[in-house]
Nanobody, 120 residues
Framework: QVQLVESGGGLVQPGGSLRLSCAAS????????MGWYRQAPGKQRELVAF???????NYADSVEGRFTISRDNAKNTVYLQMNSLKTEDTAVYYC??????????????WGQGTQVTVSS
């Protein structure tokens, strides 16, 4: 089995910064892409950013230039550095990973989510 555990969420004032982390563990052979999604109350879950094992990245227009995604392949961990936070960034943030197991099977796994609240 595979587990993804997020950390680093919390309450921050507008203009502030937070750094989210997501560590994957289990019978992991490799992880291709890892990403961050978010879901605000009453809205659909949306992609924030993703990064491939080779380091290629993609960002939602709404966070481009403010958020930075990175990963440590040796630790199976993905990070999201969030700067210049806005109230509209308030949401539950979820990480995911496209994981290949030692058994040879592949699947997408999700974390449980971490709350980010941007408010004065």
């Amino acid at each position: 089995q595979v587990q993804l555990v997020e950390s680093g969420g919390g309450l921050v004032q507008p203009g502030g910064s937070l750094r989210l982390s997501c560590a994957a563990s289990g019978s992991i052979f490799s992880i291709y892409a890892m990403g961050w999604y978010r879901q605000a109350p009453g809205k659909q879950r949306e992609l924030v950013a993703f990064i491939t094992s080779g380091g290629s990245t993609n960002y939602a227009d709404s966070v481009e230039g403010r958020f930075t995604i990175s990963r440590d392949n040796a630790k199976n961990t993905v990070y999201l550095q969030m700067n210049s936070l806005k109230t509209e960034d308030t949401a539950v943030y979820y990480c995911n990973g496209d994981v290949r197991l030692y058994s040879g099977s592949s699947s997408r796994y999700w974390g449980q989510g971490t709350q980010v609240t941007v408010s004065s």
